[in-house]
């Protein structure tokens, strides 16, 4: 059913006065006798009327209103994001559209067309695992349309880019499975094109390398889709084909992890005692999980909070693009639980 939108001729029309009069009455402007101001409050909530968005953005110049493009709501760590996000929007004013991707190329480029078409003021951006060329935001951007780009960033110089030290978290990760014992450490990694794949590779590596050893290529793994069915499929052949044995897996993400550990379990061995595990996110189920998972948190809703605080200033002129710098990076922490500790 179609609801019928009110307008403000409308409620001229009830009470015989005219269209300037319920303007003026609405926004309490002086000179309008506070009777006609009641009148016009108490029958526009009667007919629920509501103001013109569209028509207010016409005056504002602006829509008040934000797009946000993730790859999976469903994901924990884009949930924490999204909470921030809304978090920050909502306190200046603003609307949030939120459109997510399912890691597809053509639905991001259908969601970048769709936002413009409504007249959003910015967006914020965490891009799909099939973009590898950034054509769509780099024209927006040579424009001056505000984009933030966040966790997931593209390589281009004007970018702007709100993440967490991936290289850093991936770093203490390996580390602390070193200082525990476990010296053949398998990754996980995430898609090679992702900077942040990247970065965890090479925090991944250069913990190896300043602690006397030299990383093996072959115990690089890509886990290109992240979900637990997939890393249980690659953890169960390597431990069936590999002729040296991993001890220790350092997952990309949480979910690749806990497909290792079930692989591991399914394959007779224990958790920690024989294989250590630590995954890259901290999802809710890292600590109900036998035994709970260590894992590097990642601060999600302070990243959503910073990413918009950043696009709301530059919709509102309060900072110019030159004057952000090109990236935010906030730094991670590593929880120490149940699965890698001997």
């Known amino acids: 059913m179609k609801i019928i939108q009110v307008t403000i001729k409308d409620i001229a029309r009830e009470l015989n006065v005219s269209s300037s009069t319920v303007s003026r009455a609405l926004k309490d402007y002086p000179g309008i006798s506070d009777e006609t101001k009641r009148k016009v409050r108490e029958l526009a909530d009667k007919m629920n009327y509501r103001p013109n968005a569209i028509a207010l953005s016409l005056q504002k110049g602006r829509s008040y209103t934000i797009g946000v493009i993730i790859p999976e709501v469903v994901h924990f760590f884009f949930s924490t994001v999204i909470s921030g996000i809304e978090e920050v929007a909502f306190a200046r004013g603003y ?3 939120l459109t997510q991707t399912n890691e597809k190329l053509v639905r ?9 078409s409504n007249q959003i003021d910015g967006v914020l951006v ?9 054509d769509h935001f780099s ?17 281009i110089s004007n970018a702007i880019t709100v993440t967490v030290n991936d290289y850093s978290g991936a770093y203490e990760a390996t580390k602390h499975l070193l200082h525990q014992g476990y010296r053949k450490i398998v990754h996980l990694s995430g898609p090679n094109n992702l900077k942040i794949s990247k970065e965890r590779l090479r925090g991944y590596q250069d913990a190896l390398l300043d602690h006397g050893f030299t990383p093996d290529p072959s115990f690089v793994i890509e886990c290109n ?6 890393s249980q499929k690659i953890v169960n052949e390597i431990l069936q084909t590999f002729p040296i044995k991993p001890d220790a897996f350092f997952a990309n993400n949480d979910m690749a992890a806990v497909g290792a550990m079930l ?11 024989d294989v250590g595990i630590v995954g890259f996110s901290n999802w809710q189920f890292c600590s109900m999980i036998d035994p709970s998972l260590s894992s590097v ?4 809703f302070n990243i959503g909070a910073k990413a918009t605080e950043i696009l709301l200033d530059l919709i509102e002129k309060k900072i110019q693009l030159h004057e952000t710098g090109n990236s935010v990076v906030l730094e991670t922490e590593l929880l120490i639980r149940k699965s890698s500790v001997r």
């Open 297 to 300: 948190s990642q601060p999600g």
């Open 263 to 273: 692989a591991c379990k399914a394959a007779g061995l224990r958790v920690p005692e």
């Open 126 to 134: 965490s891009f799909s695992k099939e973009t590898t060329e950034f």
């Open 108 to 116: 991001e480029k259908s969601s970048i067309d769709t936002m413009l």
């Open 225 to 230: 889709r992240g979900t637990d069915d997939e």
């Open 95 to 97: 609307k949030v559209i």
């Open 139 to 155: 024209s927006l951007l040579d424009k001056g349309f505000p984009i933030v780009f966040f966790d997931r960033v593209p390589d």
